[in-house]
């Protein structure tokens, strides 16, 4: 009797594809970007930075721990990894807050830059590195480094204008990254005449 383990594939069997895993990364209070853990108390360890290839971009509504509050809105990035079988998931917190000076309904700063960034790679074939940055005085909030990778090589962060306040600049953004990945819209009305 042989070992199943040291019998040859034929060279016409492809070997078993690893089963689909997914990683959920969030961003903390600090502007850190962390693993979950077991429990919105218990988190897991933070993380400099993740890397990946974009192959899902979509608002979600996820529960909160707080019952009467409901769902929340988050923009969710699915990212592929190097590792066969492994995805990420970074969700972010994207509901509108009330700006303090103006007391217009915002998107978050990190939310904008991430778009903003992802608006300017190749989002089919083209890796990237997602690092978060403090603002400063002027500019407060966190903010995303996008760094594109090319050949296993980091190339120049992208620098670009952040991504406009509103909600429907939000779903814009969405719709534009989800056609550049080959998916369809997850906003219609009022931007149908938009997509074509």
Known sequence: MTSSALVQLPSWAP???PELTT???GLNRDGELYIYGPTPQAPGPTVPSIVGLAVDLEVVQLATTDATQGGRDYLRLTLMTGIPGERLALQL???ERISPTTG???TPSHVRSLLSGLQRLDLVS???K???KRGTRAY???FFRVIPIHSGEELPEIITPILGRTRSDLEIAVNGLRQALGLPPQFT???DELQS
Request: charged fraction near 5%; proline fraction near 12%; include cysteine.
């Open 23 to 25: 990683q959920s990364i």
């Open 130 to 132: 997602l690092q978060t």
């Open 126 to 128: 083209e890796a990237f």
């Open 189 to 191: 009305s009022p931007y």
């Open 15 to 17: 070997p078993a594809t």
């Open 93 to 95: 917190p994207c509901n």
């Open 104 to 106: 217009q309904a915002t």
């Open 140 to 142: 407060a909030g966190v």
